[in-house]
């Protein structure tokens, strides 16, 4: 940790036992401040003032849903991270924490290393709104009349100065509006009552310094336009009123602009839930009929006793099989696309390496293959389960494209904080021109004798992007022939 101030961290839960495994988790970075139930942890956010809230979501009285949308809507304070801590997985779950006000969400029960990024990305997150929150509020308290509306109004709200840019938002002329009054000549109806109560509040000073509002104005043509204000009382040097400044800053394109990226984010989300679906019909509907083809193709093997009909039957059944993995993997790609995170553990890979080579032994003794792999040892490494299909599809890429009676060497080299591992074909090898486009999907180079779908790679490369780690391929430097590797993070 660096020096300098902790970070108070208020950890709500109605459970004893999990308020001390969060304080045993945290207190050695953060000061922690604990609540028992909902109405004592709104009470510590206005008392201590936390910088994040780990909350539990099912609390007697006041469940963490109602705490999280108080501390939003009612509370006027500023940003503060919430992570709702829950057993409650499913999606209608998580919406209702959004619309509350959550930014996060861990899965009891709740490990440390999930628990310290998790923290440690929403505080960065933090300290970074703070700042611009900081820069803004400068950049208000100097702002000159250049590019934004600048008025001054009299106790009854008349307007008595407009500069030159105010002139030029509303379409009139200096001379032309002073002395008119402000609400009834430029708010619309349905928003005058709101304005005048808070400019009603400033005047009598219960409205809250440094506080932003919106309201429309009625310009020359009759458009609205939407304003972002801020309003500050003048006084003359002895102390008494002189008027109220006002400034505002034209928003409409911006709020215009915030409608139609929401509205393109929820098209773009109802996109990803109609590709996944239609992934997920179509390799059930194409896999059904291919399994079909493949079993009668595999019976009718086994009882054609004509050489020439038989060797047809076989070209459909492998043809057959080509279809069901270019299917699957297809399929796997597209659900890989539209993960963005993952979880780790702790495997070991060296077990991993040399279950892959078992399940292609008969590949490799078909083609008089024979294995170099030497591991002592474990070789631990933090992973997802999913790296399995990486090996698998390695292997099998080495398998396909080495020549017969040659050698696959496999080796994990140790690099320091990660493991190095690499599969050496003997192959024809890949030209540098092409070593990028291998990882690409549907990116074959040519080789008729080579039955491939060209997807194998392509999750290799998502996968290990999704572990933060390199793959690449380089030239086999004792032969022909190419070495494929990729990184794993040391447990």
């Not at 959004?98 to 998790?118: C, H, N, T």
């Not at 078909?366 to 490494?381: Q, S, T, V």
């Amino acid at each position: 940790m660096t020096s300098g101030p902790r970070h108070k961290i208020l950890v709500v839960d109605d459970e004893l036992l999990n308020v001390e495994l969060m304080r045993a988790y945290l207190s050695n970075d953060y000061d922690v401040i604990t609540a028992y139930n909902g109405k004592d942890a709104l009470e510590k956010v206005k008392t201590d003032e936390p910088d994040l809230i780990l909350l539990d979501v099912m609390m007697p009285d006041m469940d963490g849903y109602e705490v999280c949308r108080v501390i939003r809507h009612d509370y006027q304070i500023d940003f503060i991270p919430i992570v709702m801590i829950t057993a409650l997985t499913s999606r209608e779950d998580h919406q209702k924490g959004i619309e509350a006000g959550a930014d996060e969400f861990l899965k009891k029960p709740v490990g440390k290393f999930e628990l310290d990024r998790k923290i440690s990305s929403l505080l960065r997150i933090k300290q970074q709104h703070d700042a611009l929150l900081m820069d803004r509020n400068k950049a208000y308290e100097y702002l000159d009349y250049v590019g934004v509306l600048i008025a001054v109004l009299d106790r009854d709200f008349n307007l008595v100065h407009l500069n030159k840019k105010g002139s030029e938002f509303l379409g009139y002329k200096k001379d032309k509006i002073l002395n008119k009054n402000w609400i009834n000549s430029f708010v619309p109806e349905n928003y005058s009552s709101s304005v005048r109560g808070t400019y009603g509040d400033l005047l009598r000073g219960s409205a809250k310094v440094h506080e932003y509002h919106e309201y429309p104005l009625i310009i020359s043509n009759g458009e609205e336009r939407l304003f972002l204000w801020y309003d500050s009382l003048l006084l003359d040097e002895k102390g008494n009123f002189s008027g109220i400044l006002i400034s505002g800053e034209d928003i409409t394109e911006r709020r215009k602009a915030q409608v139609q990226l929401h509205e393109y984010a929820h098209q773009l989300e109802r996109s990803n839930e109609l590709k996944d679906l239609f992934t997920d019909i179509l390799r059930h509907d194409l896999l059904n009929p291919a399994g079909i083809i493949k079993s009668f193709s595999e019976l009718l093997i086994e009882v054609e006793m004509d050489e020439r009909k038989r060797s047809i039957i076989e070209n459909i059944s492998r043809s057959t099989n080509k279809l069901i993995d270019l299917i699957e993997g297809a399929a796997h790609l597209a659900k890989l696309e539209s993960v963005e995170e993952i979880g780790f553990v702790r495997m070991d890979i060296a077990s991993l390496l040399m279950d892959s080579v078992t399940n292609f032994s008969l590949d490799m003794q078909n083609k008089g293959i024979d294995i170099d792999i030497h591991l002592e040892g474990d070789y631990p490494a933090v992973v997802n389960p999913m790296i399995e299909r990486v090996f698998s599809n390695l292997m099998s890429n080495a398998v396909k494209y080495t020549a017969d009676e040659s050698i696959i060497k496999i080796k994990i080299d140790d690099t320091g904080d990660r493991w190095k591992i690499s599969f050496t074909d003997q192959g024809e090898g890949i030209p540098d021109k092409d070593k990028l486009a291998v990882f690409e999907r549907f990116k074959r180079l040519h080789k008729d004798s080579v039955r491939g779908t060209g997807i194998g790679l392509a999750i290799v490369k998502r996968i290990i992007d999704l572990h933060n780690e390199q793959v690449g391929v380089v030239d086999n430097p004792e032969g022909p022939g190419s070495v494929f590797w990729l990184t794993l993070k040391k447990a």
